[in-house]
């Protein structure tokens, strides 16, 4: 388990401690709730960019919703990762866990990049100028689903097995050591089944 450290910030109304940023990570500086691996992964609803359809988690994991099992899907895993434009280390990271869903694909394995508070056009220009990126992007204009999924820096990986489950939390990005940090993750989920 990583030592994360601590720092004591004074505030008019008292003093409250706050968690400072791993490495590779920028602060959303979010009021979030707490999300811990085994936990159910909270529901959501989100506009996918560029369209005006809607992405329901139960499509995905979980419960499947009866328009999802009408249509034959079934439940998958999920890599959710959360990104803003201006969050660097996220550019770095969602053409790696781009190419990890891809090798994973056919295991039922997606991943879903969720925006924090950015249009439609500004997400779409940054695509262009970050090649690689393959997944739907949903948007999340408010925050909502990004404080129910205590997101408190970016990027944010988390891996949602089929049951809905909550098996594995990354916060933030380093190069060395990600793809094994993730994909050893998977592969527990993968290998252990729903």
């Not at 994991?61 to 996220?90: D, H, N, Y």
Request: with cysteine; charged share 25%; hydrophobic share 40%.
């Amino acid at each position: 388990m990583r030592a994360r450290s601590f720092f004591i910030v004074g505030m008019a109304a008292g003093w409250i401690a706050v968690t400072a940023p791993a490495a590779g990570a920028q602060p959303t500086g979010l009021e979030v709730e707490s999300l811990e691996v085994g936990q159910q992964a909270p529901v959501f609803v989100m506009k996918e960019m560029g369209k005006t359809d809607y992405v329901f988690s139960r499509d995905y994991f979980g419960e499947l919703r009866q328009e999802a099992l009408m249509k034959g899907l079934e439940p998958r895993t999920v890599i959710l990762s959360f990104f803003a434009t201006w969050c660097k280390p996220c550019g770095e990271e969602m053409p790696e866990l781009s190419r990890i869903a891809r090798e994973n694909a056919d295991r039922g394995v997606e991943v879903l990049f969720v925006n924090l508070g950015d249009t439609d056009q500004t997400v779409r220009s940054w695509l262009q100028q970050h090649p690689g990126i393959e997944g739907k992007i949903l948007m999340d204009p408010f925050a909502e689903n990004t404080k129910r999924y205590g997101v408190d820096a970016l990027p944010r990986t988390i891996i949602i097995d089929s049951t809905g489950t909550v098996r594995f939390i990354e916060r933030g990005f380093e190069t060395e050591g990600y793809r094994e940090k993730v994909t050893g993750a998977l592969e527990e989920v993968l290998g252990s089944g729903p």
